[in-house]
């Protein structure tokens, strides 16, 4: 079992390994451009107009955008509905908006709470903090000041991370868990095989990543993007201008970097979480063509009790890419008695 599970999850991530080639090719070629336009001698030129700068997007007419000071940073969020608490947790590449296709449903059932990290967006991107057992902490603090004690709680991506160390800390006061398309690290044995083949790891932790990629957000996350999706071109106009515009608010990528830069502290933590392993319901929603093949396993290793949703058609981007089965999974997991 192990043999196969870590045999799939390496062809999964190896198969992406040319295309983050070309990534890496784009993002060399943008470095080597700037470098080019530094070194060639200024002319004349006519004045432009400055482009005007994007509004951030706005949730459905029932939500409200909103901040909180939480561990001495400001954390954006918005809330609406009615009901149980739930909290949407996003991941790289993208930030709260990536649930807004969801919102409209989750709102008749739940009040819904979906943040921007630490880094991202409106939300402030201070020099540290970016483990994800510090980053959890900042949302339950969100989660206390809103007056709640106990929430439904879901994360894609980083997002996922954040969630499994919430739940981790503050166990007794999660109701259900969905971790979504990704995976923990220092959770064996599919942590070192993807560690050891996705090399973009590595490019995000990297210090200097954020110098390089700033300014060039667009080409950044539009070549990155379909690397880890399967579906062509799922996301629409608005949630493209919209994750383009969180990541170029200043500072944005660089910190968002940070959250890979944490990866080894968040190890170091998640091995000893995992001694204590999670007892309430946890869905480990995966897709078809991304960490469908090994998150059901893998959650296992840290929860007793695991069920699971393979996300037919879908790469990485699940909301997106079949928006239509992930509400109807997320909704049958959170409502069922």
């Given at each position: 079992?192990?043999?196969?599970?870590?045999?799939?999850?390496?062809?999964?991530?190896?198969?992406?390994?040319?295309?983050?080639?070309?990534?890496?090719?784009?993002?060399?070629?943008?470095?080597?451009?700037?470098?080019?336009?530094?070194?060639?001698?200024?002319?004349?030129?006519?004045?432009?107009?400055?482009?005007?700068?994007?509004?951030?997007?706005?949730?459905?007419?029932n939500f409200k955008h909103a901040t909180a000071t939480v561990n001495g940073i400001k954390i954006h969020y918005v809330i609406g509905g009615q009901g149980d608490p739930l909290v949407l947790v996003h991941g790289f590449g993208q930030n709260w908006y990536m649930w807004n296709r969801l919102l409209p449903?989750?709102?008749?059932?739940?009040t819904v709470i979906a943040p921007d990290l630490r880094g991202v967006g409106e939300s402030d991107k201070p020099e540290g903090g970016y483990d994800k057992k510090t980053m959890a902490s900042d949302i339950h603090e969100l989660v206390n000041q809103l007056g709640y004690k106990?929430?439904?709680?879901?994360?894609?991506?980083?997002?996922?991370?954040?969630?499994?160390?919430?739940?981790?800390?503050?166990?007794?006061?999660?109701?259900?868990?969905?971790?979504?398309?990704?995976?923990?690290?220092?959770?064996?044995?599919?942590?070192?095989?993807?560690?050891?083949?996705?090399?973009?790891?590595?490019?995000?932790?990297?210090?200097?990543?954020?110098?390089?990629?700033?300014?060039?957000?667009?080409?950044?996350?539009?070549?990155?993007?379909?690397?880890?999706?399967?579906?062509?071109?799922?996301?629409?106009?608005?949630?493209?201008?919209?994750?383009?515009?969180?990541?170029?608010?200043?500072?944005?990528?660089?910190?968002?970097?940070?959250?890979?830069?944490?990866?080894?502290?968040?190890?170091?933590?998640?091995?000893?979480f995992a001694k204590k392993k999670l007892k309430m319901p946890l869905l480990a929603m995966g897709g078809e063509y991304f960490a469908a093949a090994f998150l059901k396993d893998h959650s296992k290793l840290v929860a007793e009790n695991v069920t699971e949703s393979k996300i037919a058609g879908s790469g990485h981007w699940l909301v997106q890419e079949n928006t239509a089965q992930v509400q109807k999974d997320l909704l049958a997991f959170f409502l069922a008695k």
């Amino acid at each position: 079992m192990k043999t196969n599970l870590v045999n799939s999850t390496y062809l999964n991530f190896k198969n992406k390994t040319t295309q983050f080639l070309l990534l890496g090719f784009t993002l060399l070629t943008l470095i080597s451009c700037n470098k080019k336009a530094e070194e060639t001698p200024a002319v004349a030129s006519t004045p432009t107009t400055e482009t005007p700068e994007v509004a951030p997007a706005n949730p459905p007419s029932n939500f409200k955008h909103a901040t909180a000071t939480v561990n001495g940073i400001k954390i954006h969020y918005v809330i609406g509905g009615q009901g149980d608490p739930l909290v949407l947790v996003h991941g790289f590449g993208q930030n709260w908006y990536m649930w807004n296709r969801l919102l409209p449903e989750l709102s008749k059932h739940f009040t819904v709470i979906a943040p921007d990290l630490r880094g991202v967006g409106e939300s402030d991107k201070p020099e540290g903090g970016y483990d994800k057992k510090t980053m959890a902490s900042d949302i339950h603090e969100l989660v206390n000041q809103l007056g709640y004690k106990k929430i439904n709680l879901a994360g894609h991506d980083i997002g996922l991370m954040v969630a499994y160390a919430y739940a981790a800390q503050y166990g007794d006061s999660v109701n259900k868990l969905a971790l979504m398309d990704a995976l923990l690290p220092g959770i064996e044995p599919v942590w070192s095989n993807v560690k050891g083949s996705a090399w973009w790891f590595g490019f995000f932790a990297w210090p200097a990543s954020g110098d390089i990629v700033k300014g060039k957000e667009k080409e950044f996350l539009t070549n990155f993007w379909p690397v880890v999706g399967h579906v062509k071109d799922p996301f629409t106009a608005e949630e493209t201008t919209e994750f383009i515009r969180a990541y170029a608010v200043e500072g944005g990528t660089t910190a968002a970097f940070k959250w890979f830069g944490a990866f080894d502290q968040d190890g170091k933590d998640n091995v000893i979480f995992a001694k204590k392993k999670l007892k309430m319901p946890l869905l480990a929603m995966g897709g078809e063509y991304f960490a469908a093949a090994f998150l059901k396993d893998h959650s296992k290793l840290v929860a007793e009790n695991v069920t699971e949703s393979k996300i037919a058609g879908s790469g990485h981007w699940l909301v997106q890419e079949n928006t239509a089965q992930v509400q109807k999974d997320l909704l049958a997991f959170f409502l069922a008695k």
